[in-house]
Every structure is written in C-alpha cells, then in structure tokens.
C-alpha cells in the first residue's frame, strides 16, 4: 500500500510581533481580556514586501532542507489559503515561481481554517493515486489584510504566517503501524456561511473585504462539528483517542482547544498549543503548530497524530498520520 510520509516540516513567520498590549491603544480591549477569552497573548503581521506567496515560499524551502530535498524532487504544490497574493493566478504557482520550480503543478485549496487537512487530504489522493511522488503542502495566509482594525471583537484573533510539510509516497504493509496518512474525513455545510464570512469579492462587491464573525455561533458550532469526522478517522483506521500522542488542533481560541481535547478525552499534556504566541493563523495554524512541536522534539518519528480544524463555510475536517 502506498502511504503519504511526512518528510520534512517547515515555518515562516513576518518579522513584525504584535502584542496585546500594542493593541490596547489601537482598539478598546485589554491584554487581560484577550488572553482570558481566547488565550493569546500575541500574533506575527506581516510588512511591507512580506504576502503569504513570499511567507509560503519560505516554510517550503524550510520544509525541503529538513527533508534533504531539492525542488527537482517535488512533483506538486497544494497551497491552503484564504488569502491569496492575487485573485489569480493561485499562490502556489506564486510560490512555485518563488522556489525556480518549473516542472510538475500547483493550485491552491480554498477551505479557511480547514485549509491546511484539506491540503493534506487532496496531497494523500493525488500520492495515493500515482500522480504525484513528492508534495509540498502549504498553509499560508496574511489574515491581517482582511481585518477590519476597528473592531476589536475580530482584529485581535489572527495573525499571518505559513507552514509547510514534504509529503512522499512510500511503501506501506496496510497497517495501523505505517507511517504517513492514515485516515482523513472532510465535511462542509454551507448553511452556516453568514456566521463567518469575509464581505466583499471579485463576483459580488469588486473589493477584498473584511472579516466578520458571530463569535459565539461559532464557539458553540466549534467544538461539536468536529466529532463526526474524528468518529469517522478513528473507526476507518481501527485506532482511537487512547492511541493518540499528539492532538494539534486548529489553532483558533484556547477555550475551543481546550473542549475538542476535553471531548476526545485527551489530556492538554497531548496537545499542542501554540495559539498564545501566533494568535488564529487559518490555514497556517496547524502547519506552524506541526512545526513547532516538531522541531523543539515533542513530535518524534512514529507518534500518532491527529490534526483536526473548523472554519468558514462551514468546513470541518481531519486527517490521523502517523509521524
């Protein structure tokens, strides 16, 4: 059987901080109010000269030197991302011009905060079905672009950034102890689009737009939605929560992560939190996360992981891998 292996893993972040504290004299919020409710405590914006096409580009070429890779080896890019350099053509193209790469192909998956499982679960078919050996797969945004700074009940949740990972078709035997992809589940409900939306569009109002949000039909859709896929990748694998070394979660608001671990039943030392120094980064959350517990050695070669997110649409999706 052939399996989708993580090979390498790579970050990008703006080189601007932005704590709660600078946000205090921009918008009526305070540092303790932010970090109570959502459980950040500061967030990366990107400056001048730095888009999610550069920021994207960056966690690639970070993510082939971890995998001893060059661009030669890559036959796809998938970018997760809501938004895009352009509205044309797709960031990864942008991002595969960025690498001197001009074989093989590239397009983009448009599912918010789901992006990044998305991304993996597109990556895994395209491997799985022989039409790829090698994939970068990216989630990138620069979120900050599209917030309206004049209300504080949004503009203190996200920041920009970008993580990628290498994934290669290696050979499997079939089992639980393969490593690569395991199990992914994908959903959407576009029902739900009017709770978090961005106002504008090429099709309807000829502008970018802003972020808006019904914060709390969010939280409460949050936590639930997600069990049905999770049920699904567990009962398709034959594996289960008690098997699981790390959950990374999308990484939105630590009063969300902190109940889809409560649900799942596991404990917060099994969960990788990084939503306190990176803020809700959409489809870059979980790459970034990925990152940063692989590289500090929390995430080693063999663990059971479970990536799992929300987002606008809604979408909802997850993806069991073995590391």
């Known amino acids: 059987m052939i399996r989708s292996v993580v090979r390498g893993f790579g970050s990008a972040l703006p080189q601007r901080v932005v704590t709660n504290k600078e946000l205090e004299s921009r918008v009526e919020t305070s540092d303790e109010w932010i970090v109570q409710r959502t459980g950040i405590k500061q967030r990366y914006i990107a400056g001048e000269g730095e888009t999610t096409a550069s920021l994207g580009a960056d966690a690639a070429k970070a993510a082939l030197d971890k995998a001893g890779l060059t661009v030669a080896d890559i036959d796809l890019i998938i970018c997760a991302t809501s938004t895009p350099d352009n509205t044309f053509p ?73 993580g990628a990972i290498v994934l290669e078709a290696q050979e499997g035997q079939g089992l639980t102890a393969d490593r690569g992809v395991l199990s992914a589940r994908l959903r959407s409900d576009g029902s739900h689009k009017d709770k978090l939306y961005v106002d504008g569009g090429p099709s309807t109002t000829g502008t970018v737009g802003h972020l808006r949000m019904e914060g709390r039909e969010v939280f409460k859709h949050a936590v639930g939605m997600i069990t049905d896929v999770i049920e699904e990748s567990f009962s398709s694998s034959g594996l289960s929560a008690e098997q699981v070394n790390w959950l990374v979660p999308h990484q939105a608001n630590l009063r969300i992560i902190d109940g889809a671990a409560k649900k799942l039943n596991i404990p917060m030392d099994k969960v990788v939190v990084t939503v306190d120094k990176h803020g809700n980064t959409s489809a870059a959350s979980i790459p970034l996360a990925l990152a940063t517990a692989a590289a500090d050695g929390r995430i080693k070669q063999g663990d059971l992981i479970l990536l799992e997110a929300m987002g606008g649409g809604f979408t909802w999706g997850a993806v069991l891998l073995r590391w």
């Open 90 to 162: 797709a960031t990864a193209v942008n991002i595969q011009a960025r690498l001197g790469m001009t074989h093989g192909f590239a397009f983009d998956v448009q599912a918010v905060c789901t992006g990044f499982v998305y991304a993996v679960t597109t990556a895994d078919a395209y491997i799985r079905g022989g039409l790829a050996k090698r994939a970068l797969v990216i989630g990138a945004e620069t979120f900050s672009r599209i917030l309206d700074w004049n209300d504080r009940t949004t503009c203190v949740l996200f920041g920009d950034g970008a």
